[in-house]
């Protein structure tokens, strides 16, 4: 069986997404939702029970997967299947589909009652209800529809205590109640009160309670080596906003680089590195990595031939104490990252909307971003950027236009020829017919406020060039100042650097550079001028 189903091309045996959508989904109104994230107060014995729950989930979604693949590769290895994936789009053709589904119970309703199958006969059935046994089956055959999509790669099973969150379904079995005016939650004798901010000065706590909780998620972190509970309350309407972040009128035009960001809107206009409180650990990180191949290949020789090179079909069985150390470094180091990304981001959105509520940017195709700029997505993640950009626009009755690149073509386009030009990537600057020059990630973020239904306003762009051109100049003069010299709202915090000031560090840095440009001066000027020693 495995060796067919690893002989099948996953590229010529995709799933059509849409039947599968209209076969496998209740359709039902939906309505818009976000989580408020809060630490659960916990005791040891709390811990202790949550642990086993917890993997006493991750067998049943092990099973569930399992069991959705096997059914995923029957059905693609069916001649039913291959005569239906032959057919033209027709009533024949979803017939045969939907009657091949049937058969080999490819659903989600059937993973389901396979899962309940399964905790009944073992141990889990002491632990887990039927609330979070469904809602994990159906997370374990979602991923393995994705990959019948083509969305996802193949997923994979679970090890030991790599399943790190378990959720209800509706108002059930996981719930929040109120006892003596706090809120706590309840999960099968447990009681896990919730700890909130007794500051809460921008009353955003007291707004997100009092909307209704459509379900409720438990969820653990491995936070500077000690395990955290939390429970994300998954909530119904828009994210309540925080009154102390305004929100400006008026067009922005956004660019957004792998390191660098570029708005403008009418009065100001901003450029600056993208997300630098964000470290570049990939060296710290790849010192671990290698740490913990040394290790494994230490504990695990006959794993390894001896060349090196792994042994195909050997298992690392064993992981020594030193390895567990390391890679809870690594992965509290991780974490710290993510944190700190998303902190940046959110600081950077809020910064970005009080200048403007209607934000122009050009939808940037991020598989392109991660082949040829990795690393520097990896630490500055610009999809999750723009979510959490759209997220806060939407909450705050803005919205984030995004514009296809294939008409407008920005970073190429001079407005006063009207021509397209190509550019290489190293070419930072945009020349004129006259000679001047523009900074090319402010030019293109300028142009984009003047965007409408993916088509660019060459006209708008003549007529309000003269007010632009200073506001981009004085940017583009301070790499990390803004125009204005108050900067957006919120100014971004930056490392040894004030709203606009130059740090001390880097006027001796400055200085530094200047003494070495005259040294390498006065080396040039001539064989009689005596020479300055090497610096």
Same mark, same amino acid.
């Given at each position: 069986m495995s060796q067919g189903t690893a002989a099948l091309a996953p590229k010529a045996n995709k799933i059509p997404s849409l039947f599968l959508l209209r076969y496998?989904?209740?359709?039902?109104?939906?309505?818009?939702?976000?989580i408020a994230e809060f630490p659960l107060r916990t005791?040891?014995?709390? =811990?202790?029970?949550? *642990?086993v729950r917890l993997e006493a989930a991750r067998h049943i979604y092990n099973a569930c997967l399992g069991e959705a693949l096997k059914r995923l590769a029957l059905m693609r290895q069916s001649t039913d299947w291959q005569a239906a994936r032959a057919l033209?789009?027709?009533?024949?053709?979803?017939?045969?589909?939907?009657?091949?589904?049937?058969?080999?119970?490819?659903?989600?309703?059937?993973? !389901?009652?396979? *899962?309940?199958?399964?905790?009944?006969?073992?141990? &889990?059935?002491?632990?887990?209800?039927?609330?979070?046994?469904?809602?994990?089956?159906?997370?374990?055959?979602? *991923?393995?529809?994705?990959?019948?999509?083509?969305?996802?790669?193949?997923?994979r099973f679970k090890g030991c205590g790599r399943l790190h969150s378990v959720e209800g379904k509706g108002d059930a079995v996981i719930r929040l109640r109120w006892q003596d005016d706090k809120p706590v939650v309840l999960w099968s004798g447990l009681v896990l009160p919730l700890l909130r901010d007794p500051r809460d000065r921008d009353g955003w !706590?007291? !707004?997100?309670?009092?909307?209704?909780?459509?379900?409720?998620?438990?969820?653990?972190?491995?936070?500077?080596?000690?395990?955290?509970?939390?429970?994300?309350?998954?909530?119904?309407?828009?994210?309540?906003?925080?009154?102390?972040?305004?929100?400006?009128?008026?067009?922005?035009?956004?660019?957004?680089?792998?390191?660098?960001?570029?708005?403008?809107?009418?009065?100001?206009?901003?450029? =600056?590195?993208f997300c630098p409180t964000v470290a570049d650990m990939d060296r710290i990180i790849r010192r671990l990595q290698r740490a913990?191949?040394?290790?494994?290949?230490?504990?695990?020789p006959d794993a390894f031939s001896a060349d090196g090179t792994y042994r195909r079909g050997a298992r690392i069985k064993v992981r020594s104490r030193r390895y567990h150390l390391?890679?809870?470094?690594?992965?509290?180091?991780?974490?710290?990252?993510?944190? =700190?990304?998303?902190?940046?981001?959110?600081?950077?959105?809020?910064?970005?909307?009080?200048?403007?509520?209607?934000?122009?940017?050009?939808?940037?195709?991020?598989?392109?971003?991660?082949?040829?700029?990795?690393?520097?997505?990896?630490?500055r993640a610009p999809s999750l950027?723009?979510? &959490?950009?759209?997220?806060?626009?939407?909450?705050?009755?803005?919205?984030?236009?995004?514009?296809?690149?294939?008409?407008?073509?920005?970073?190429?386009?001079?407005?006063?020829?009207?021509?397209?030009?190509?550019?290489?990537?190293?070419?930072?600057?945009?020349?004129?017919?006259?000679?001047?020059?523009? !900074?090319?990630?402010?030019?293109?973020?300028?142009?984009?406020?003047?965007?409408?239904w993916d088509r660019l306003d060459a006209s708008q762009c003549c007529a309000h060039w003269a007010a632009a051109e200073p506001l981009l100049r004085r940017a583009a003069s301070g790499f990390n100042q803004s125009t204005s010299g108050a900067g957006f709202a919120c100014p971004h915090v930056r490392q040894g650097v004030g709203a606009d000031r130059p740090s001390k560090r880097a006027g001796r840095r400055a200085e530094a550079a200047d003494a070495v440009a005259q040294a390498r001066a006065a080396e040039r000027t001539g064989p009689g001028t005596p020479r300055t020693p090497a610096l």
């Open positions: 496998n989904t209740v359709m039902r109104a939906t309505t818009p939702s976000y005791s040891a014995a709390n =811990e202790r029970v949550l *642990a033209p789009k027709s009533t024949a053709r979803t017939a045969l589909f939907k009657t091949t589904i049937a058969r080999y119970s490819f659903t989600a309703a059937s993973i !389901q009652k396979h *899962a309940e199958a399964c905790r009944d006969a073992c141990w &889990i059935g002491a632990h887990l209800g039927s609330h979070d046994t469904q809602t994990t089956s159906l997370r374990a055959f979602t *991923a393995v529809q994705r990959h019948a999509f083509g969305k996802r790669g193949r997923p !706590q007291e !707004q997100a309670f009092s909307c209704r909780t459509k379900y409720v998620r438990v969820l653990r972190r491995s936070v500077r080596g000690r395990t955290r509970w939390f429970a994300q309350l998954v909530q119904e309407g828009l994210a309540p906003r925080k009154e102390r972040w305004p929100v400006g009128e008026g067009v922005v035009g956004l660019d957004l680089g792998p390191s660098t960001i570029a708005a403008v809107s009418e009065t100001d206009a901003i450029l =600056e590195r913990m191949d040394r290790s494994r290949r230490a504990t695990n390391l890679q809870a470094r690594k992965a509290d180091l991780e974490r710290r990252l993510a944190a =700190e990304r998303k902190r940046t981001h959110g600081e950077l959105a809020n910064r970005v909307l009080a200048q403007g509520n209607l934000i122009n940017t050009e939808k940037i195709s991020y598989r392109s971003f991660q082949k040829a700029f990795g690393r520097s997505v990896k630490r950027f723009v979510s &959490i950009l759209k997220r806060k626009a939407a909450s705050a009755g803005a919205s984030v236009i995004e514009f296809v690149t294939r008409t407008t073509r920005l970073s190429q386009f001079s407005h006063d020829t009207g021509a397209y030009v190509k550019k290489p990537l190293s070419q930072r600057w945009h020349m004129f017919a006259d000679g001047s020059r523009v !900074q090319r990630d402010l030019y293109s973020a300028w142009l984009a406020r003047f965007v409408d």
